[in-house]
């Protein structure tokens, strides 16, 4: 093993989030730096600076990646998607309940086959670089075999990602549904097998209230306990008829969210999906107990679910953390761009408004914090692990000459984020590693 440093560096116009924009103003909250060089050592950021100062920390021997005209960001981070619902993005859209009978559950039922399962994966994670995406939380299926194939493909590319087996102990189908016993195992047994191994990390996974019983959740709630550091990850008040159904099972809970809340699923590290129709009551607890929301609006929009509304989230006692998620296979895009204009969509629909700090926040940094990853990814600061993506205000006729005409760093992302998509993402790098790079044909 050479005891040789590997180094890299690439140079751009590098732009990142160090703090909640929200909260701070951009100029604290923002690195901009029109010239940039972002040094890797052993795939970690070991220097971040104006490239005619910053150049001198990097010898000749050190290959420079040159990205002129592009911008150099933190990889995207999805903070809710279902890589085995892949298969079926498209899908003509119903309400949720009846998507999920129709579409979702024929679909998953697919994933005992695990050569299946490593088909579909190897294509989610092709489409994940391809979007610029570097670290997921993600549900699997109720099946094992789903959940390892998961795993090796993203051990296989290095990357940091979160992902766990589905529990369902009722109101499936019987070939998806398991036991709280069984499900106990299997979770242990996998968090066994990959939670902590290299990148990866592991979710404790109940789909949502209406398909695990009182004893699957306290015994999800038991794995958390016994795995402190594992994420807990589920859905919560997606849909009117979705809550009007959770309170006709748990009659003798407050709400939605206290079916959690009693169950001992909240708390630091656990990560609920959508959260449209939470009350505000119900989101000071979910700020009071540091649970984190993944904001989805590709697929609330596409289901007709609702609006989700930073106003009332913000409303909240204490501070929530957000990340987006392009909920593949009901959100209709991979790419965290496209979810950006729709999540700036739905807040301009509820009387709200969002500049790119904000977006490019949520996708990148906000995004990492929300799933517990913000310590590693998420931003361009020295220490953190070198994930990249690398965008092209060119990629398109429009988005150039639109990009001709930009005043501003804030300007440009926001047109990035209106009009871009896969084809913005000139390259992605997973730890200081060039995993992903467009074609020309790609471009076109």
């Known amino acids: ?101 129709r579409y979702t559950f024929p679909n998953e039922e697919r994933f005992s086959d695990v050569a299946y399962a490593r088909g579909v994966a190897k294509f989610f994670f092709d489409e994940l670089l391809r979007n610029g995406t570097t670290s997921v939380l993600a549900f699997c299926t109720v099946f094992r075999e789903s959940t390892d194939a998961f795993f090796e493909e993203a051990s296989r590319r290095n990357m940091r990602v979160i992902g766990g087996k589905v529990l369902m102990d009722r109101n499936a189908p019987p070939t998806l549904s398991d036991t709280v016993q069984s499900g106990y195992d299997d979770s242990k047994a996998l968090i066994e097998r990959w939670h902590g191994k290299g990148r990866l990390r592991y979710a404790i996974t109940p789909r949502f209230a209406p398909t695990s019983s009182e004893g699957q959740l306290r015994s999800a709630a038991t794995l958390w306990r016994e795995f402190p550091t594992c994420v807990v990850h589920s859905h919560v ?29 909240l708390g630091r590290g656990s990560v609920l999906a959508h959260g449209v129709h939470l009350t505000s009551d119900e989101l000071d607890r979910v700020a009071e107990t540091s649970t984190s929301l993944a904001h989805c609006p590709t697929s609330n929009t596409f289901l007709g679910s609702g609006l989700f509304s930073f106003d009332r989230v913000n409303a909240a006692r204490q501070h929530i953390d957000v990340g987006l998620g392009t909920d593949i296979g009901a959100g209709t895009s991979f790419s965290l761009l496209a979810t950006m204009a729709e999540a700036y969509k739905v807040a301009a629909l509820t009387e709200s408004s969002m500049d790119a700090y904000e977006l490019f926040y949520l996708a990148t940094l906000g995004g990492a914090r929300a799933l517990g990853i913000g310590e590693f990814v998420g931003s361009l600061e020295v220490g953190k692990e070198a994930d990249f ?25 926001f047109v990035l984020a209106m009009m871009g998509d896969y084809r913005s993402v000139a390259a992605t790098y997973i730890a200081g590693e060039l995993s992903y790079e467009r074609s020309v044909a790609s471009s076109e």
Do not use: K
């Open 237 to 265: 008040s997606e849909n009117l008829d979705e809550v009007n159904w959770v309170r006709t099972l748990f009659p003798h809970r407050s709400g939605y969210l206290d079916v959690y809340d009693d169950a001992g699923l």
């Open 1 to 101: 093993m050479s005891l040789v440093p590997h180094r890299i560096a690439l140079r751009g116009h590098v732009v990142s989030c160090r703090l909640d924009p929200r909260l701070f103003p951009s100029n604290e909250a923002v690195i901009d730096i029109d010239d940039g060089l972002v040094v890797v050592e052993d795939g970690v950021i070991a220097a971040v600076g104006p490239y005619d100062s910053t150049r001198l920390s990097v010898d000749s021997t050190t290959h420079v990646a040159h990205y002129p005209g592009s911008l150099i960001s933190p990889g995207f981070v999805d903070a809710h998607v279902h890589y085995a619902q892949t298969p079926m993005i498209a899908s003509h859209g119903t309400t949720l309940l009846d998507w999920l009978t």
């Open 389 to 413: 993506v690398v965008l092209d205000p060119r990629s398109s006729p429009l988005l150039a000459y639109r990009s001709e005409r930009v005043s501003s760093t804030e300007e440009q992302l």
